[in-house]
């Protein structure tokens, strides 16, 4: 879409709205990477939780003399999961962002993190007639926290409902716990969709100004940015002014960039212009 505008115009020529094109571009590119962070990180972290629900339920439950029985279904759905999580942090280790990866990547892994913790529970409630609500609540609310780091608002949402159709499914095939107990963790559930809705976007909008400030702090006055960061593009419109202009030049700056090292034209530049400055504002 930017392509195409820019090959409308003459050389030379940049648009307005190529322009801001341009800007909501580089936008999406900024929350693609802080995406794909987060996504890393909720791979690790879903490989840790895999590593220490084994030693758990494994190991630790054969001390105390717990022992399942075994279960064909939970042997795969296991092996399963733990081939996913393993290709997962390798795939988001050497994947590049992209906005429309950021946008779709999220949606089968939470399916498959919700469809294992499912899997697993309707197992054990069939071996053992006994649905263990606490467990499968606990689970549901980690899954859904990781929609946090996500790319977008609607993963939170995607997470959430999911979340909420896998415990009150699995709580009508049980028909053992009370409407009480489905009805407030599915409260609490909606409730904690809502933080990390809230948190999601605070997080977005921290990131992309935090981006934007320390750009735009490299080339105007800090009074400039805070106003630019406040007001959005409304500030940057065109406006009649008085003002005062200082042009000023460095004596043999050209052949002294010809025969100086670049660091150190760059270090003679940041000394010129922290005095110049203090000059000008004072």
């Known amino acids: 879409m930017i392509h195409r505008i820019w ?3 003459r050389p030379g020529r940049e648009t307005t709205v190529a322009r801001l094109e341009l800007a909501r571009a580089n936008q999406e590119q900024v929350l693609a990477v802080s995406a794909i962070k987060g996504e890393r990180m909720v791979a690790i972290t879903r490989l840790v939780l895999f590593v220490l629900m084994g030693v758990s339920q494994g190991f630790v439950t054969r001390i105390f003399g717990e022992f399942n029985p075994f279960d064909q279904i939970q042997y795969w759905a296991i092996r ?28 089968p892994t939470a399916m498959a993190d919700i469809s294992f ?26 899954l859904l926290a990781f929609s946090v780091t996500r790319f977008s608002r609607f993963h939170v949402v995607l997470s959430t409902v999911l979340a909420v159709a896998a415990f009150w499914g699995l709580c009508l095939v049980a028909g053992n716990v009370s409407a009480g107990a489905v009805g407030f963790v599915i409260a609490c559930y909606v409730v904690l969709g809502g933080l990390l809705w809230h948190a999601n976007i605070q997080l977005r909008n921290m ?6 400030r320390d750009s ?13 960061i406040k007001h959005g593009d409304a500030s940057l419109m065109p ?13 043999d700056f050209t052949t002294l960039s010809e025969t100086l090292p670049p660091q150190a034209v760059l ?8 005095h110049m400055t203090q000059i000008v504002m004072a």
Not at 98 to 104: I, N, V
Not at 207 to 212: E, I, Q, S, V
Not at 216 to 228: G, K, M
């Open 7 to 9: 090959t409308r115009q």
């Open 80 to 107: 399963l999961y733990m081939v996913f999580a393993v290709l997962a942090v390798i795939v988001l280790r050497v994947q590049s962002p992209s906005p429309r990866r950021a946008l779709w990547m999220p949606i």
């Open 117 to 142: 913790v499912t899997v697993m529970t309707w197992r054990a409630w069939v071996k053992s007639g006994q649905l263990d609500v606490e467990m499968l609540a606990v689970s549901g609310a980690v």
């Open 207 to 212: 990131f992309l100004d935090l981006r934007r």
């Open 216 to 228: 735009l702090s490299r080339f105007l006055p800090r009074q400039v940015v805070e106003s630019i």
């Open 239 to 251: 406006v009649q002014r008085e003002v005062t202009i200082l042009f000023s030049d460095i004596r």
């Open 267 to 274: 270090k003679l530049l940041d000394d010129y212009f922290e």
